[in-house]
């Protein structure tokens, strides 16, 4: 005979508070893997951060691609402010800067 299985469905109640996203899109040459574009938002210090994830990618008919990138930030503590939002958006293009990629103009 048969035991029934315990269900281990875990459940967590919704958040009050809203997640804030920045979608950004990177001008990369083609043969830059995608996943070193992730390596520079390793290294940012924002415990905020909820995930940085890649959106999608488009090849240009040129030797570039450009890529949509997407951070999430979130506390469970608070509504996070504007102006720490755009801080947060500033340090993550700056990162990237320095790593050599740079923002998608126009």
Same mark, same amino acid.
């Given at each position: 005979e048969s035991k029934p299985m315990k269900d281990k469905t875990k459940y967590s109640p919704l958040s009050k508070f809203p997640e804030a996203v920045f979608d950004y899109t990177l001008d990369v040459p083609s043969e830059i893997d995608v996943a070193k574009l992730l #390596?520079?938002? !390793?290294?940012?210090? %924002? +415990? #905020?951060?909820?995930?940085? &994830? %890649? /959106? @999608? /990618?488009? +090849?240009? *008919?040129? @030797?570039?691609?450009? /890529?949509?990138?997407?951070?999430?930030?979130? !506390? *469970? #503590? &608070?509504?996070? =402010?504007? =102006?720490?939002?755009? =801080? !947060?958006? *500033?340090?993550i293009i700056n990162s990237l800067e320095k790593a050599g990629f740079l923002l998608k103009q126009g």
């Open positions: #390596e520079p938002l !390793s290294k940012i210090k %924002i +415990k #905020e951060i909820k995930h940085n &994830k %890649i /959106v @999608d /990618v488009y +090849k240009h *008919a040129s @030797d570039r691609k450009s /890529v949509t990138m997407r951070t999430t930030f979130f !506390s *469970a #503590e &608070k509504t996070l =402010e504007g =102006e720490f939002i755009k =801080e !947060s958006e *500033a340090k």
